[in-house]
């Protein structure tokens, strides 16, 4: 297993992964999370909230947050990203708005790291912007739905 963890060298010292050798290929990665309210609460941020859109600016943050993953992650390489999407859906079953972002290059490494940081900072856009309303609001299920791509092959989360 320690093997798999390619951002250690064999002494252990972490290391960002050398890609030269890899070919250039298309990659995609999705991702999704949720923000999770009380019912009224839900009810009042879809209504609006005095700072605004909440699902607006969240997807443009959202945005934001792909492009600076390699600022963030100290081991990400910064990538060129080609297509980028974040959306923010409201979900009245449960009661939550769910964040999806799809993230697309074409280079020598993946770009889950930038899908799942678009969904994690739309996410906190979203508590941010609400938190006056309901503080005991979660963030859940941040994950990566699928990748295509690269040597890893491909990669689709059964639900």
Known sequence: MADDLTHFD???????????????TERRAVARGRVVFSRASFEKVRAGVKKGDVASVAELAGVMGAKRTSDLIPLCHPLPITGL???????????????TAEVKTTGKTG???EALTAVMTA?????????????????EGVELVEKSGG????????D
């Open 111 to 113: 770009v889950e790291m």
């Open 10 to 24: 064999e002494q252990g010292r972490t290391r960002m992964v050398d890609v030269s050798a890899k070919a250039e």
């Open 151 to 158: 040597k890893s092959g491909d990669f689709k989360r059964a």
């Open 85 to 99: 999407t974040v959306r923010v859906v409201p979900d009245e079953s449960a009661p939550a708005f769910v964040v």
């Open 123 to 139: 996410c906190l856009t979203i508590y941010d912007m609400a938190k006056a309303v309901d503080k005991s609001m979660t963030i």
